[in-house]
Nanobody, 121 residues
Framework: QVQLEESGGGLVQAGGSLRLSCAASGGTFSNYVMAWFRQAPGKEREFVAT????????VYADSVKGRFTISRDNAKNTMYLQMNSLMPEDTAVYYC??????????????WGQGTQVTVSS
């Protein structure tokens, strides 16, 4: 059973930085397309960033482009989200997601339990 566990959240002042981690276990991490999502109170979960299985390509939401950097270390079965220049509107629960494709193109999504990021003004 694949498990994803986020860590690194916390309280930070506006303009500060945090690095989130997502540790995977129980599967073949290097096969997964990984992503970060977030959900603010009263809002729907939204896409933040995604990274290819080998880390060669990444895509970001416009709201975080230039401030956040997604990366992965397949040897450590871990994905990261470096968040700089944080703003109060970045306050949310951050979730990691792993997508595992099979040979037919069918996929299974795995989610972590989330980690809270709070940015004070």
């Amino acid at each position: 059973q694949v498990q994803l566990e986020e860590s690194g959240g916390g309280l930070v002042q506006a303009g500060g930085s945090l690095r989130l981690s997502c540790a995977a276990s129980g599967g073949t991490f290097s096969n997964y397309v990984m992503a970060w999502f977030r959900q603010a109170p009263g809002k729907e979960r939204e896409f933040v960033a995604t990274i290819s299985w080998n880390g060669a390509s990444a895509v970001y939401a416009d709201s975080v482009k230039g401030r956040f950097t997604i990366s992965r270390d397949n040897a450590k079965n871990t994905m990261y989200l470096q968040m700089n220049s944080l703003m109060p509107e970045d306050t949310a629960v951050y979730y990691c997601k792993g997508r595992d494709y099979d040979s037919t193109g069918y996929y299974t999504d795995y989610w972590g339990q989330g980690t809270q990021v709070t940015v004070s003004s």
